[in-house]
């Protein structure tokens, strides 16, 4: 059974940083894309970054593009999201996802198959 377990995510001031992981078991984690996304209260999910498969080519929505970086990690079966200059709008949710697609499989939740439980991330002013 797939599954993915978002770790990471906590209390942290304006300007601070957090790195949140992703683990993942239950399918070949080198041949499924991985997206980042969160989602604040009274809004939409928004996609925010992902690793596309096999050649983990990565993506940014224009919110985080030059403040998070994604990576990932084979061995540990593991996505990384590097959050750095932190502000309270960034607070939300946070979840990982996967899909099967090839290449950058885009920020567009339908895209993705199979989806973690989410982390809190809450930013301070």
């Known amino acids: 059974e797939a599954q993915l377990v978002e770790s990471g995510g906590g209390l942290v001031q304006t300007g601070g940083s957090l790195t949140l992981s992703c683990v993942a078991s239950g399918f070949r984690f080198d041949d499924y894309a991985i997206g980042w996304f969160r989602q604040a209260p009274g809004k939409e999910r928004e996609g925010i970054s992902c690793i596309s498969a096999i050649d983990r080519d990565t993506d940014y929505a224009d919110s985080v593009k030059g403040w998070f970086t994604i990576s990932s990690d084979s061995a540990k079966r593991t996505v990384y999201l590097q959050m750095n200059g932190l502000k309270p709008e960034d607070t939300a949710v946070y979840y990982c996802?996967?899909?099967?697609?090839?290449?950058?499989?885009?920020?567009?939740?339908?895209?993705?198959?199979?989806w973690g439980q989410g982390t809190q991330v809450t930013v301070s002013s």
């Open positions: 996802a996967a899909t099967g697609r090839s290449g950058i499989p885009g920020n567009s939740a339908e895209s993705f198959d199979y």
